[in-house]
């Protein structure tokens, strides 16, 4: 994989618990990054253990965390407009869309139903 990907939360968080190897995920020829909104989300999950606690801080840091413009918000309003979807979801799409990022999540059932222009990828199953 090669480009700007895109990491949803719940990604970041099995990698942390181990359920996805970093192999899954991760190409030398690629740019990652998460939204300020999976950030958010990821820096309020409690977790069990710590060292899956600390590697969530470890990752965050390796990351380009993209912050909430107005043109993400233009497009978040646009997108929520023509699709059902949460507003957290409807944000980290936009945020995708607006860097043309491939999207890494296993959510991709809440995500097929918008009419957007963002490849999503299930690492989990690729």
Not at 60 to 88: G, N, Q, Y
Not at 103 to 122: H, M, P
Request: proline fraction near 4%; charge should be neutral; avoid cysteine.
């Amino acid at each position: 994989m090669s480009g700007n990907i895109l990491l949803d939360t719940n990604i970041i968080i099995y990698l942390s618990k181990k359920i996805l190897t970093p192999e899954k995920v991760f190409s030398p020829n690629a740019v990652y990054a998460i939204s300020v909104i999976s950030k958010m989300e990821l820096l309020g999950y409690h977790f069990q253990n710590k060292g899956d606690e600390q590697f969530l801080h470890d990752i965050i840091d390796s990351l380009i965390v993209i912050p909430l413009t107005e043109d993400i918000v233009s497009l978040t309003f646009a997108l929520r407009k023509h699709s059902k979807i949460k507003l957290p979801d409807a944000i980290i799409y936009a945020t995708a869309q607006k860097l043309n990022a491939k999207f890494l999540t296993n959510n991709v059932s809440d995500f097929e139903k918008i009419a957007g222009t963002v490849e999503i990828i299930n690492p989990m199953v690729a």
